[in-house]
């Protein structure tokens, strides 16, 4: 079956400018998280998404959003673009969410987004 | 809060030598633990996972038990291969937060022919 799907792969933007990224999770899946993958701060969690509620934010400012689609499709979106955004966005997709703690996430391939 | 702490790499192994990972984390509660592996260009793929204390995890060779006494989930392989070469993460999962992952720094694993 179908994986987790991330579009762009690669994108270029300069600062200030404002950038849409798209996953499409597994089908049947209800939850898709993102996260923000730099050498210098590793993986963080930016949000997650279960029925078309976010469910947990991470710290981040609030340039960056989300939202999730009754297909259970995701965005995340980041206004006013700095340099440091520069990182990899990974999307990842779930069945459920919370309960047992022991959900397995399937990750996309990822959006490499640079900022000039 | 919730954290991971891994071993700086790079690790650099020849073929076939033993390998280990150590990570240990910090969670109130009882968290679920994982080691999430990531090839060059490529997302984070699922290792293996162990949900409870005393739970081995196992998978393509490798394997962690999750300590609950050092609070550790350390990674192991008999034998590795070039092919293993990638960067290892090490993940916790607490119940409170959904399917929020904290993740360690990442061990990079280079294995020599």
């Known amino acids: 079956k179908a994986g987790v799907t991330q579009t762009p792969r690669y994108l270029i933007k300069t600062r200030g400018q404002q950038v849409t990224l798209s996953c499409s999770p597994i089908?049947?899946?209800?939850?898709v998280s993102w996260y923000q993958q730099t050498p210098g701060q590793g993986l963080q969690f930016l949000f997650e998404?279960?029925?078309?509620?976010?469910?947990n934010k991470g710290n981040f400012p609030g340039r960056f959003s989300g939202r999730q689609f009754s297909n259970s499709r995701s965005e995340m979106n980041v206004s006013t673009l700095e340099l440091g955004d520069s990182a990899l966005y990974l999307c990842?997709?779930?069945?459920?969410?919370?309960?047992?703690?022991?959900?397995?996430?399937?990750f996309g391939a990822g959006s490499r987004l640079t900022v000039l | 809060g919730d954290s991971v702490t891994q071993m700086e790499g790079p690790v650099t192994l020849s073929e076939e030598a033993f390998l280990t990972i150590n990570c240990t984390y910090t969670?109130?509660?009882?968290?679920?633990l994982f080691w999430y592996v990531q090839y060059p260009g490529e997302g984070l793929q699922l290792l293996l996972k162990?949900?409870?204390?005393?739970d081995k995890g196992s998978n393509k060779g490798f394997e962690a038990t999750y300590r609950k006494e050092t609070t550790s989930f350390h990674l192991e392989k008999g034998s590795v291969q070039v092919s293993d070469s990638a960067v290892y993460f090490c993940?916790?999962?607490?119940?409170?937060?959904?399917?929020?992952?904290?993740f360690g720094a990442g061990t990079i694993l280079r294995v020599k022919s």
């Open positions: 990842a997709s779930s069945l459920r969410t919370g309960e047992s703690g022991a959900n397995v996430l399937t």
């Open positions: 089908s049947g899946h209800r939850s």
């Open positions: 998404y279960f029925s078309e509620t976010q469910r």
């Open positions: 969670a109130t509660g009882y968290p679920s």
């Open positions: 162990a949900t409870k204390a005393d």
């Open positions: 993940a916790l999962m607490s119940r409170e937060y959904g399917n929020k992952l904290v």
